[in-house]
């Protein structure tokens, strides 16, 4: 059984379309996140979610907005792609509330190629 | 900002070998976790140290954190072919997990 599941795994698009990546967990946790990886590898939080509600919001450009339609789900949607946002993207999970005190639980990665 | 900083960005070693991976960071702390990211993969958490430890062990892995250096140690002993991934520390600023850049570690037989 996959704890943390994304889909797409890959996904080639063109710069201006909307898309989305999908992410479940089935571990039961309150929170969870999407990370940016970039091609030299640094990841960077973009946002968290507790039970539905949003607690972190870092300077990510509003065309990425996060959808929870519950605990389990965490979706990203991308508006108007643009050639910068090729990069892998992570879904990932933690138990409880303490978004920094925790082990995180990671998704495969979502490899986006904005063409 | 970025909080660790990986040292050296890239190792490589001959199986058997010992593997020595170092982060810094530059504000204080509640807790540091490293996690291991193979090739094309999600990462995986490894260990977690909290403030108040200084060392911690799990199987070949040794991590001792210095708070007032503010540094932290990832030992692998009696390196493997499988360890070759790319390792990242991680600190806690409170409210999200802050990784560093990470070291690629490159296990050869």
């Known amino acids: 059984d996959t704890a943390v599941s994304q889909t797409p795994k890959y996904l080639v698009t063109q710069m201006g379309n909307d898309k989305s990546i999908k992410c479940e967990q089935n571990?039961?946790?309150?929170?969870m996140y999407w990370y940016k990886q970039d091609s030299k590898k640094f990841l960077k939080i973009m946002f968290s979610?507790?039970?539905?509600?949003?607690?972190i919001n870092e300077t990510v450009p509003n065309r990425f907005s996060p959808k929870s339609p519950d605990k389990a789900h965490l979706n990203l949607h991308i508006n108007s792609l643009e050639l910068g946002d090729s990069a892998v993207y992570f879904c990932?999970?933690?138990?409880?509330?303490?978004?920094?005190?925790?082990?995180?639980?990671f998704g495969p990665g979502t490899r986006l190629l904005v063409l | 900002s970025q909080q660790g900083e990986e040292d050296p960005q890239a190792l490589s070693i001959q199986e058997g070998e010992n593997a020595t991976m170092n982060c810094s960071y530059k504000?204080?702390?509640?807790?540091l976790q490293w996690y291991r990211q193979n090739s094309g993969r999600g990462l995986v958490h490894l260990i977690l140290i909290r403030s108040n430890e200084r060392e911690k062990h799990s199987g070949r892995l040794r991590v001792t954190l210095d708070t007032s250096k503010k540094s932290s140690s990832l030992l692998i002993t009696a390196s493997r072919a499988a360890d070759t991934a790319s390792y990242f520390c991680a600190t806690d600023d409170g409210t999200a997990l802050i990784f560093g850049k990470g070291t690629t570690l490159s296990v050869s037989s």
């Open positions: 979610y507790n039970n539905k509600e949003l607690i």
């Open positions: 571990l039961g946790h309150d929170t």
């Open positions: 990932a999970s933690s138990p409880g509330g303490s978004p920094g005190r925790e082990t995180q639980y």
């Open positions: 504000t204080s702390i509640n807790n």
